[in-house]
C-alpha cells in the first residue's frame, strides 16, 4: 500500500560517501535567481501550460516523475475542487488554493503564470529526479509553499538523511536548495507531512519552479564522442 512508501523512505537511509546539504530559506524572486543563477546549466519546470487536474502517480516531467506518497485527502482543497477530483493522486493547480499558490508570477511578473503542482491533502509527493537522456546533475532547486500548518512539520528526504521545517503557519513561501555532493544520474526526494512520527493527509502544499542543474559533459568527453563518431563514419565509408 502506497502509505508505507513514507515509513520505507526514512528506513532507506543510508551513509554514503558523499553527503548532501539542504538549505530552506525564505523565498523572493532575488534569492531565487541568486540560487538558479550559480547553476551553470539547469532544467527548469513551472508547470505553466499544463492542463489542471489530478495527475495519475508517475506523472512524467522534464525533470522526473511524481507521486503521492498516499492517502486519501479529503479536506476543502478536495471536496472544493473545479474538478473530479478523488483526493488520492497529486493535482495540478492554479492560483490560490487554500493558501497553496505558484512563485512563478513573482519571478516572470505576469499574473497568469500561476500554475504548480498540489499534494492535493494526501500524505505528501515523491519526486524521482531524472533528467532526459539521463543526463547527471548535482543539484536541486525549488520552492514550496503552504507547508507544515496545523502544528505539523515537513519532511524533505533523501538518501542522506531528513531536513524538517517545522510550523509556521500558512500560505509562507519557501525556497529549498539542495546540494547533492556528487553527480548522479536519478535521485528520489519525498516530501510529507508529519505529526510526530505519523504521516498526516489533509495538510497540503505546493511545490513550484524547480531547477535541476545539468552538468555538462567535460571537454575531454565531447573530444572522445566526437573521435568515436569520425571512427564510425570511417568505417561506413570503407564498407
Known amino acids: 500500500m502506497k502509505k508505507f512508501l513514507v515509513s520505507a523512505a526514512l528506513v532507506a537511509l543510508s551513509t554514503p560517501a558523499f553527503a548532501a546539504t539542504v538549505s530552506v530559506t525564505s523565498f523572493s524572486k532575488s534569492s531565487y535567481e541568486a540560487a538558479v543563477g550559480s547553476i ?44 473530479s477530483n478523488n483526493g488520492n493522486k497529486l493535482a495540478l493547480r492554479k492560483g490560490d488554493v487554500f493558501g497553496r499558490v505558484s512563485t512563478t508570477s513573482a519571478l516572470t511578473g505576469v499574473a497568469s503564470d500561476d500554475m ?50 517545522d510550523s509556521a503557519g500558512g500560505s509562507i513561501k519557501r525556497l529549498v536548495d539542495i546540494d547533492l555532493g556528487q553527480e548522479v544520474s536519478s535521485a528520489v526526494i519525498t516530501l510529507g507531512h508529519f505529526s510526530g512520527d505519523a504521516p498526516v493527509k489533509n495538510d ?3 511545490i513550484d519552479d524547480i531547477a535541476v542543474s545539468e552538468v555538462p559533459l567535460p571537454a575531454s568527453a565531447l573530444f572522445l564522442l566526437g573521435g568515436l563518431g569520425g571512427l564510425a563514419l570511417m568505417r561506413r565509408r570503407k564498407s
Open 40 to 83: 551553470t546549466q539547469s532544467v527548469i519546470q513551472d508547470f505553466e501550460g499544463s492542463d489542471i487536474g489530478n495527475v495519475d502517480d508517475g506523472f512524467s516531467t522534464n525533470v522526473g516523475t511524481f507521486a503521492s506518497l498516499g492517502g486519501t485527502g479529503s479536506g476543502g482543497t478536495v471536496s472544493d475542487a473545479p474538478f
Open 116 to 165: 504548480f503542482l498540489d499534494s492535493n491533502d494526501t500524505f505528501g509527493i515523491v519526486w524521482n529526479v531524472k533528467l532526459v537522456g539521463s543526463k547527471m546533475f548535482d543539484r536541486l532547486v525549488f520552492t514550496i509553499t503552504d507547508a507544515a500548518e496545523f502544528g505539523n512539520a515537513l519532511h524533505i528526504t533523501t538518501i542522506f538523511g531528513t531536513t524538517i521545517i
Open 204 to 206: 497540503g502544499f505546493s
